[in-house]
């Protein structure tokens, strides 16, 4: 059961293009926010969809697969862990943020590649 642990999946749309940049130390990483949607029917037997906006960090080589493939609008499936972090602003107000740290990403739509090189089952 330890695997499963702190680990997240979600398929949405990228809410904008990766922003990449390197640490002090020379690491490579991108973020960029992804929205999900979810959907019910109200009392009235309306249909109502509500979007979920979700930040999203990648390392190292996921890191230059969103660089190099990622868009604003594409769809793709993420898998990480939820990673819960504060830093004061330049006023001095404490900011808190929940991001989720990448393992995996597979890009959905057109036949393309997963982050691990591997096909769809589509295409093999």
Same mark, same amino acid.
């Given at each position: 059961m330890n695997s499963l642990s702190n680990r997240v999946t979600l398929i949405g749309n990228l809410g904008q293009d990766p922003e990449t940049k390197s640490t002090e130390t020379g690491k490579k990483f991108a973020h960029f926010t992804l %929205?999900?949607?979810d959907g019910y029917k109200n009392a009235d037997?309306?249909?109502?969809?509500e979007t979920t906006w979700h930040n999203i960090v990648a390392w190292n080589?996921? %890191?230059? !697969? %969103?660089?190099?493939?990622l868009?604003?609008?594409?769809?793709?499936a993420v898998?990480?862990? !939820?990673?819960y972090r504060n830093y004061e602003d330049k006023k001095g107000?404490?900011?808190y943020i929940t991001e989720i740290v990448l393992s995996d990403l597979v890009l959905l739509r057109n036949?393309?590649?997963? %982050?691990?090189g591997q096909p769809k089952k589509d295409e093999e």
């Open positions: %929205a999900t949607k037997g309306q249909r109502i969809t080589g996921l %890191a230059d !697969i %969103a660089e190099k493939f868009k604003k609008g594409k769809e793709v898998e990480g862990r !939820i990673v107000v404490t900011k036949g393309e590649k997963s %982050a691990k």
